[in-house]
């Protein structure tokens, strides 16, 4: 999956989506949908633009529109709900939610509007799994209630017109770094290089990276890297040395060095894991 703008998550047929997974890791992007995440096990680590945060059992992410996240990588399966939705295609009344940002990211257990939230992705969950007759309409209403429940009790800040132009202007450059390394990864980049795809002088770009996404340009191409790694591990029979130099490494060395300390083991511990 591309790690930049996801496009055409949703429509008018499918307004909502929910995902099971226990994905090890999912690298930088952004969507106009809104998006929630149910922790179904302890220790889930999501980036939100330039913070961090450390998910218990049952705590709550919402990442607005237009918000870049991503998971960080972990060393065990730890399992989440991921539910999206578009607030204006089920109801133009909440096409507010797209002028305003969440001044906070995280429901924690215990808080007052969790039971509310948790109530609502509890009963989407076993809708979609017990695929009763009318569980559209019911999955449906219960995202309204989920959402109604957000605009009431979620802390909002408006964004004017200008705030959320430039905002997008933002994410289209962010768009064409993530484009350009997916393309260039396979040899060396510099920051100066990358620095103009966005059209900045590297003090801007460095900084303009990080507000972004978390992160320094430097770790994301190694995250990348990485990933596409363990692409090549998992799908084909290519020699390490192979893999090395098709994602973008310049010595065994330095790759082994990387890997262990993304995936917390080696490239050959990963590829035997992945076998059994």
């Known amino acids: 999956m591309h790690p930049w703008h996801q496009k055409n998550l949703l429509g008018p047929d499918a307004p909502f989506a929910l995902i099971i997974t226990d994905a090890n890791e999912f690298p930088p992007h952004w969507?106009?949908?809104?998006?929630?995440?149910?922790?179904?096990?302890?220790?889930?680590?999501?980036?939100?633009?330039?913070?961090?945060?450390?998910?218990?059992?049952?705590?709550?992410?919402?990442?607005?529109g237009g918000?870049?996240?991503?998971?960080?990588?972990?060393?065990?399966?730890?399992?989440?709900?991921?539910?999206?939705?578009?607030?204006?295609?089920?109801?133009?009344?909440a096409a507010a939610l797209k002028d305003k940002s969440f001044s906070r990211s995280l429901v924690r257990r215990g808080e007052d509007m969790h039971p509310a939230l948790e109530k609502q992705i509890r009963g989407i969950m076993e809708e979609y799994e017990k695929k009763r007759e009318g569980c559209d309409i019911a999955i449906k209403a219960r995202f309204c209630d989920f959402i109604v429940t957000l605009i009431r009790n979620m802390p909002m800040e408006e964004r004017s017109p200008g705030e959320r132009t430039r905002q997008l202007k933002r994410l289209e450059r962010l768009d064409q770094v993530f484009a350009y390394v997916a393309e260039h990864h396979t040899r060396r980049i510099t920051l100066g290089e990358i620095a103009s795809v966005?059209?900045?002088?590297?003090?801007?770009?460095?900084?303009?990276?990080?507000?972004?996404?978390?992160?320094?340009?430097g770790q994301y191409l190694n995250n990348f890297r990485v990933q596409k790694a363990a692409e090549y591990l998992r799908d084909t029979s290519d020699s390490i040395t192979d893999i090395v130099f098709k994602s973008g490494f310049g010595s065994v060395k330095s790759f082994n060095r990387v890997f262990r300390q993304i995936k917390g083991c080696s490239p050959s511990a990963y590829k035997r894991a992945i076998s059994e």
């Open 67 to 93: 918000e870049v996240h991503y998971f960080l990588p972990h060393s065990v399966k730890i399992r989440r709900a991921v539910m999206l939705f578009d607030p204006e295609i089920f109801d133009p009344s």
């Open 198 to 217: 966005a059209h900045f002088s590297e003090y801007y770009f460095t900084r303009f990276f990080r507000e972004a996404t978390g992160m320094t340009f």
């Open 31 to 64: 969507h106009e949908a809104t998006e929630v995440v149910y922790a179904l096990d302890d220790e889930l680590r999501i980036g939100v633009n330039q913070d961090v945060y450390a998910l218990k059992q049952r705590d709550i992410a919402i990442v607005g």
